[in-house]
């Protein structure tokens, strides 16, 4: 049988080291599909419940491997489909390569069913390279672009082939003008500043007495050469939520998350410190940033188009952080005077205190937080955590501890919902060895989650290590836009938009063969996460919380307090037990700090 171009799309993309497709079938792949079967045991393909699923399994695929993730769908609605998890990869600056069918090339441009315009639709996901295939001879370049191009500047590419097209007889492009011919191969290249711009952020550096460190994603392969740094500034650090796993809580000088899902001594550290140093990070919110003008600035990214954007620094260093950072390293003074280490380590005792004081407040009927604390002291050293969008992710943020060696994740300048279970089934792919718990909302689970279980359900059976532990707060309120709501605008809960049905997570875990754990008393909670860590299957842990505990944020400004207060004025439904709620966490606080 002659080679189909559905046939070379795969040999070729194996060529480039893809193992693992996640997608969703259609008649407008079909010729993808056989060509993928014909492959045999070359690839490994993820069949998930929805397109968008898939998306953000490449995503994730892409952030917990380093490869390039790769997703599948087919013509019209299943290629639309898959732009929120390729919007999320985009966001987040993550290699995913995109493979779509279309309708047949003599029908394009007939409002043919299922025929979309693909390069407008991923024209700005995708904007980087969306590649059209419309002659076999074509086929060869376009792969080899979409890959190279997705892998070297880390971004979304696309590549769409009219179902006809598919079944054609692979053709090399003939040696004649007007044909060209590509190869494989792409590695990263070391790109580290000039001398003479090292030195000056070396100048910088080394006048502070008050240095504090971001660290985000971007320095993902960098930890070592990170610490080396702030251990010779002797400075502290706060961690954007996406590098939550660069650098492990431990530490005395680490100060965890910032922003609003951050903790108080990363607020401590922005606003004493008098020299900013960032790393890798596209943290947004500059609110929570050192003042314009407090402190000196020097910033290291790969991306250029990422500096000074945040914070006007005064140095602004074009590389990969590691790279810079070892180069930087020799250039740098040793600071004798540990002080400001020890004001860090101070801060951090003091909030470490505070969370296991609000942990333990009594909530009707469990505490979010606690669920989080029982679960902090027995996380595995090899654990890979996700966690979805919604007040989930403030407790992820805060009162889970990284250790070295440990992993998590999230959808992070997307901050979209639904992508904790995904995120978790692309890790247990990629890590089969190593234990995965997710952390989702009951609004999350509702509007995807749960019908991703069914994929755990059918896959399961692959993985060496099964432990594989999805938590679901059920509090059937959709709490972070509630709270949003009370803090942020002063309005009461909208009962029509924010209380969702009350689903038993659980019991639809053993419907489809996987174990469920129910706990509505936080005495439980040890034992549950002591018998789902143990389990001999995946595990659906479904705790009844609490929606009147706020996600409070590390600090609160006078706006927000007026905001919160007028909300008690224009009558909230739960007003009693937002305001017996919202005042336990604070005089938690407060005794914290006595």
């Keep these: 049988m002659a080679q189909t171009v ?11 080291g893809v193992r693992r497709i996640f997608g969703y079938p259609g008649d407008g792949i079909n010729g993808l599909l056989g060509g993928l079967d014909r492959a045999g045991d070359k690839f490994d393909f993820v069949q998930a419940r929805h397109e968008e699923m898939a998306a953000f399994m490449a995503s994730a695929h892409a952030k917990f491997t380093g490869e390039l993730g790769v997703c599948l769908a087919t013509s019209g609605p299943g290629a ?3 732009l929120t998890g390729l919007y999320d990869a985009r966001m987040d600056h993550m290699p995913v390569l995109a493979i779509v069918g279309q309708q047949a090339r003599t029908a394009v441009g007939a409002h043919y069913q299922q025929e979309l315009d693909m390069t407008s639709m991923f024209k700005d996901v995708a904007g980087a390279f969306t590649g059209y295939a419309m002659a076999p001879a074509q086929v060869r370049h376009l792969i080899d672009r979409a890959v190279r191009i997705a892998l070297g500047q880390r971004r979304v590419t696309a590549l769409v082939f009219p179902n006809d097209l598919q079944e054609l007889e692979m053709e090399q492009p003939p040696r004649s003008h007007g044909a060209v011919f590509s190869g494989v191969g792409w590695s990263a290249p070391r790109v580290v500043p000039e001398p003479t711009d ?15 460190m971001l660290v985000g994603a971007g320095a993902g392969n960098a930890a070592d050469a990170v610490i080396a740094v702030a251990d010779k500034l002797g400075a502290g650090s706060a961690k954007a939520l996406l590098g939550k ?3 492990p809580d431990d530490l005395p000088w ?16 922005m606003m004493e410190c008098d020299t900013l140093l960032m790393l890798g990070s596209g943290f947004p919110y500059s609110e929570f940033l050192p003042k314009e003008g407090q402190a000196r600035g020097v910033q290291v990214d790969i991306d250029p188009g990422m500096l000074s954007i945040r914070y006007p620094m005064e140095v602004n260093l074009t590389g990969d952080v590691r790279s810079t950072l070892e180069a930087l390293l020799p250039l740098l003074e040793e600071k004798t005077d540990r002080s400001w280490r020890e004001d860090i380590a101070e801060w951090n005792e003091d909030w470490r205190k505070t969370l296991h004081d609000r942990a333990m407040v009594d909530a009707n009927p469990v505490n979010p937080q606690r669920v989080f604390t029982e679960l902090n002291t027995r996380l595995p050293d090899d654990v890979i955590l996700t966690s979805d969008s919604g007040s989930c992710a403030n407790w992820y943020a805060r009162d889970l501890m990284m250790r070295r060696g440990m992993r998590g994740s999230l959808s992070g300048g997307l901050a979209s919902m639904g992508a904790g279970v995904p995120y978790a089934i692309a890790a247990k792919f990629a890590h089969p060895t190593r234990p995965v718990i997710a952390s989702v909302g009951d609004g999350a689970m509702q509007m995807n989650n749960m019908a991703e279980l069914i994929t755990v359900s059918k896959y399961w059976h692959k993985w060496a290590d099964p432990r594989f532990i999805v938590l679901v707060l059920n ?3 959709l709490n972070q836009v509630t709270w949003e709501q009370r803090v942020m605008e002063g309005n009461p809960k909208f009962e029509a938009t924010q209380t969702i049905p009350d689903v038993p997570y659980h019991r639809f875990a053993e419907l489809i063969g996987l174990r469920g754990i129910y706990v509505d008393d936080p005495a439980e909670l040890g034992d549950a996460w002591d018998q789902a860590l143990a389990s001999d299957r995946p595990v659906v842990v479904e705790v009844k919380t609490d929606p009147e505990v706020p996600p409070l944020p590390p600090h609160i400004t006078l706006e927000q307090a007026k905001a919160f ?3 008690f004025f224009k009558g909230d439904p739960n007003q009693g037990s937002v305001l017996k709620g919202s005042a336990k966490q604070v005089l938690a606080n407060v005794f914290a700090k006595d």
């Design 565 to 567: 207060t007028s909300m």
């Design 254 to 269: 680490v100060t965890g998350s910032i922003g609003l899902l951050g903790t108080k001594p990363s607020w401590n550290l």
């Design 80 to 82: 639309s489909h898959l």
């Design 475 to 477: 509090n059937e309120d």
């Design 198 to 212: 090292l030195q000056r952020a070396a100048d910088v550096l080394n006048s502070g007495e008050k240095v504090a």
């Design 6 to 16: 559905g046939d070379y799309v795969w040999e070729r993309l194996h060529e480039w």
């Design 245 to 247: 796993d660069v650098l």
